[in-house]
């Protein structure tokens, strides 16, 4: 089973893939989409669309496991990470994956058993459940691992 996590944002949005096989974990792929500050929203949800489609069409992913928005001090953060969701999810349903959301709180707790954890405790535990050398970056890239992780841990008698 394929999997694509998405962290959601308009500036940057992560995104993570792995290959989930009898409990093996392996990276495909992980990296940002990023936009120009500055930009109208309005295009810069077009560059995603048009990233995150071209993306999906060229790993063929089963699954898409996005991250929920919990909650935002700024509001006006809050809604362009919504927008940017709306975004990566219409991608997934129009790709006909599978689509999972789950808030930061579910994923800290699959990956860590806390969730509470910090960023570095998420990263080195994603480090380690995919066998890599080096913490995955940027951040974005690591958020998005982690969120495909978890799914893969949900379906984990799915992908046998």
């Known amino acids: 089973m394929r999997i694509i996590g998405i ?5 940057r949005m992560g995104f993570g893939i792995i290959d989930a096989h009898r409990g093996t ?6 990296g940002i989409i990023t936009t120009p500050a500055h930009t109208p929203t309005n295009e810069r949800l077009e ?5 995150l489609t071209q993306l999906v069409a060229d790993l063929r992913p089963d699954m898409m496991a996005v991250e929920k928005l919990f909650f935002a001090r700024n509001v006006t953060t809050a809604m362009s990470v919504a927008e940017a969701r709306g975004v990566a999810l219409l991608v997934g349903q129009k790709a006909k994956l599978i689509i999972e959301e789950y808030t930061p709180m579910q994923i800290k707790q699959s990956i860590t058993g806390y969730g509470g954890a910090d960023k570095k405790q998420m990263q080195e535990m994603v480090r380690l459940q995919l066998g890599l050398a080096t913490v995955p970056k940027p951040d974005d890239a690591a958020d998005a691992l982690a969120a495909a992780i978890m799914c893969a841990a949900l379906h984990r008698g799915d992908s046998q």
């Open 7 to 11: 962290d959601p944002g308009t500036g």
């Open 25 to 30: 974990l392996t990276l495909v792929d992980a």
């Open 47 to 51: 560059d995603i669309f048009d990233n």
